[in-house]
């Protein structure tokens, strides 16, 4: 069960775009369309952002985006705000019937 | 609105056992999988167990396979983390979760605020 692999920080200006990456294997990522992605702020809860590689929980801002190429998934948040900075996480269903996150990406906006 | 209410974390030695529980009320709880999920001070998020909507399916990381066993009372919106040889590695908050379907194969659409569990001697 070894962790997926994100960026440790990204960092981007207010009305930019930026990507996080998720790489995993074949066993998890590029095996299922089972890829999540996860916001925390300092102090709070996660909260979903994108499940099933690329849908949206209901009141979940479209500028936030999923997608997914082989092992590696990616979250898009587009027309960065202030309020984005935040910790990121994806998480993955895995072949053995387990879940497995990534390390958290630390989102800076400048 | 959802809502998932953590208890049962505190201070436990080292081998010794804790038992938490997460009450579950604004959804059909049973036709949900649920989790529980670990966050060490400082550290990012770990998937510690997971179990289906009938408890025909569990899931454990392997940092916890035979020492914690997940289950859930359907009739009670309960869910449960009995959690035995405690050590040191366990020290975290632990948050219930609950699943996008009712299977295990997806992630984890609410969540609770949490429960610390602190292992020392």
């Known amino acids: 069960q070894s962790a997926l692999t994100q960026p440790a920080s990204v960092s981007g200006s207010p009305g930019q775009s930026i990507t996080i990456s998720c790489t995993g294997t074949s066993s998890d990522v590029g095996g299922y369309n089972s890829v999540s992605w996860y916001q925390q702020h300092p102090g709070k809860a996660p909260k979903l952002m994108i499940y099933d590689v690329s849908k949206r929980p209901s009141g979940v801002s479209n500028r936030f985006s999923g997608s997914k190429s082989g092992n590696t998934a990616s979250l898009t948040i587009s027309g960065l705000q202030a309020a984005d900075e935040a910790d990121y996480y994806c998480?993955?269903?895995?072949?053995?019937?387990?879940?497995?996150f990534g390390g958290g990406t630390k989102l800076t906006v400048l | 609105e959802v809502q998932l209410v953590e208890s049962g974390g505190g201070s436990a030695q080292p081998g010794r056992s804790l038992r938490l529980s997460c009450a579950a009320s604004?959804?059909?709880?049973?036709?949900?999988?649920m989790h529980w999920v670990r966050q060490a001070p400082g550290k990012g998020l770990e998937w510690v167990s997971g179990i289906s909507w009938d408890s025909d399916s569990t899931g454990y990381a392997d940092s916890v396979k035979g020492r914690f066993s997940i289950s859930r009372d359907n009739a009670k919106n309960s869910l449960y983390l009995q959690m035995n040889s405690l050590r040191a590695e366990d020290t975290a908050l632990y948050y219930c979760?609950?699943?996008?379907?009712?299977?295990?194969?997806?992630?984890?659409?609410?969540w609770g605020q949490g429960t610390l569990v602190t292992v020392s001697s």
């Open positions: 998480d993955s269903y895995t072949s053995s019937t387990t879940l497995v």
């Open positions: 979760a609950k699943g996008v379907y009712y299977d295990l194969g997806s992630g984890f659409a609410s």
């Open positions: 604004g959804f059909t709880f049973d036709d949900y999988a």
